[in-house]
């Protein structure tokens, strides 16, 4: 069975205050992990999809690597539009589900 | 290009009651999806269809459930004789199966609440 693990489950961070987000996977066979940003009340947003090891994907202030075992997220220089929280989700060959992690809550402060 | 809606976005109900929910994916996109979110948890997949074919069902998805996909467009998601422990957000997703990407867009969602 496919499985997700995300820390911290909460980050409190200062404007301008970088730090990375963790995404450990277990999975029978990768075929992409995900990252979205949910905002309170909404349907999450896709970010980045990345494919094999070594993968590092870039948006603004995101940016997205891949090991076998775990995806960080880095936030460079983030801002209060950047409070969130961040979900990670895998996609195996053998099925059609994305399995999703617990999320990370993202809270950037001014 | 919309983006998936889905509707009603917020729906009361009481105990026993039957409630149905619609889903509109993105309109070339021929895979549609349902996930359960409640709250401080990920989205956990409910079922899948590729064009009218309904071909994955999780164990969540109890005798209560039931998903169609008429014709391969919109969806309906419903839920009989609800319990309070439905009550959630209800997500849908699409893809389009014809790029190698897999990238599942999501909808806003219609949360449930069971009183």
């Known amino acids: 069975e496919d499985q997700v693990t995300q820390s911290p489950e909460a980050l409190r961070l200062q404007e301008g205050e970088s730090s990375s987000l963790n995404c450990s996977y277990t999975?029978?066979?990768?075929?992409?992990l995900f990252w979205y940003r949910q905002d309170p009340g909404k349907g999450p947003e896709f970010l980045f999809t990345?494919?094999?090891a070594g993968e590092e994907k870039e948006k603004e202030r995101l940016k997205a690597t891949l090991t076998k075992k775990e995806s960080f997220l880095h936030i460079t220089a983030p801002k209060p539009e950047d409070s969130a929280t961040y979900l990670c989700?895998?996609?195996?060959?053998?099925?059609?589900?994305?399995?999703f992690g617990g999320g990370t809550r993202l809270m950037v402060k001014p | 290009d919309t983006g998936v809606s889905q509707n009603p976005r917020h729906k009361i109900t009481k105990r026993g009651q039957n409630v149905t929910f619609r889903c509109d994916p993105i309109?070339?996109?021929?895979?549609l999806y349902w996930y359960r979110q409640t709250l401080g948890q990920g989205p956990e997949f409910l079922t899948y269809?590729?064009?009218?074919?309904?071909?994955?069902k999780s164990r969540l998805l109890s005798d209560r459930f039931s998903a169609e996909r008429p014709k391969g467009s919109f969806s309906t998601l419903e839920i009989q004789r609800t319990e309070q422990g439905d009550s959630a957000m209800y997500l849908c997703?699409?893809?389009?199966?014809?790029?190698?990407?897999?990238?599942?867009?999501f909808g806003p969602g219609t949360r449930l609440t069971v009183t």
């Open positions: 997703a699409s893809s389009y199966a014809g790029t190698p990407t897999w990238e599942q867009y």
């Open positions: 999975v029978s066979g990768l075929r992409g």
């Open positions: 990345l494919y094999s």
């Open positions: 989700a895998v996609h195996n060959n053998a099925g059609n589900m994305l399995t």
């Open positions: 309109s070339e996109h021929n895979r």
């Open positions: 269809f590729q064009n009218e074919a309904q071909l994955e």
